[in-house]
């Protein structure tokens, strides 16, 4: 399945068969889910794969007793660090020296310049903004992958993000933000496609409004 057909057939199931993913197919998701791009590559984003009962069992709580929690063997927790450029990121330039992706050059202008974009952002109290938009690039590209697996998933809304903490256990950390709840598996509902509005409604050329031709 190319990336097109992916974007075009995935849908968002809410029932799910019991049958498990399978352990690579789950490794190879999450693998790839670091793999999205990220802010001045701060990779300020984790995930939390939460597929034993009683973690389930909480995020059904968390969820107000949604479905997916309940019947998918597997619900991703996509945990945004908007704290997460204050840290020590000599492992991130390393790594990007020993690839040949960046030279020493780049790293030190780099570092400095991320530096102060971000203390820029936490001035304008944007810092969480940023590592939500981190997450959820990571959260799409999970679900085009588990599309071209045959999985399904579904991206979640109407969860209580100090329920969701309690039960991935950070509960005390008012550094971290809960960017998306995901489950993922094998569909027990068929979903149509319920359409999109035409392009001209939606996109644009240069100007907002403004036709594309």
Do not use: C
């Not at 598996?185 to 509005?197: I, M, Q, S, V, W």
């Amino acid at each position: 399945m190319s990336v097109a057909e992916a974007i075009r057939t995935r849908r968002t199931v809410r029932h799910y068969r019991p049958d498990p993913v399978p352990a690579d197919a789950l490794d190879a998701l999450l693998a790839l889910a670091i793999e999205a791009p990220t802010s001045w590559n701060l990779q300020d984003r984790s995930v939390v794969a939460v597929t034993g009962e009683d973690g389930r069992a909480g995020l059904t709580w968390a969820t107000g007793g949604q479905p997916q929690p309940q019947e998918a063997p597997v619900v991703l927790v996509f945990v945004a660090e908007p704290l997460a450029w204050r840290d020590d990121h000599g492992d991130v330039y390393d790594q990007a020296l020993r690839n040949g992706a960046w030279s020493e050059e780049f790293v030190s202008a780099f570092s400095q310049d991320a530096h102060a974009f971000q203390t820029g952002l936490e001035e304008r109290g944007l810092l969480r903004e940023y590592a939500v938009k981190d997450a959820m690039i990571a959260a799409t590209y999970v679900m085009l992958a588990a599309t071209e697996m045959g999985l399904a998933t579904s991206p979640m809304n109407g969860w209580d993000e100090a329920r969701v903490k309690k039960v991935i256990g950070v509960d005390d950390r008012d550094d971290l933000a809960i960017a998306l709840l995901m489950s993922i598996g094998h569909p027990a509902e068929e979903r149509r496609h319920p359409g999109r509005r035409p392009q001209e409604r939606n996109v644009f050329r240069e100007s907002y409004g403004s036709p594309r031709t």
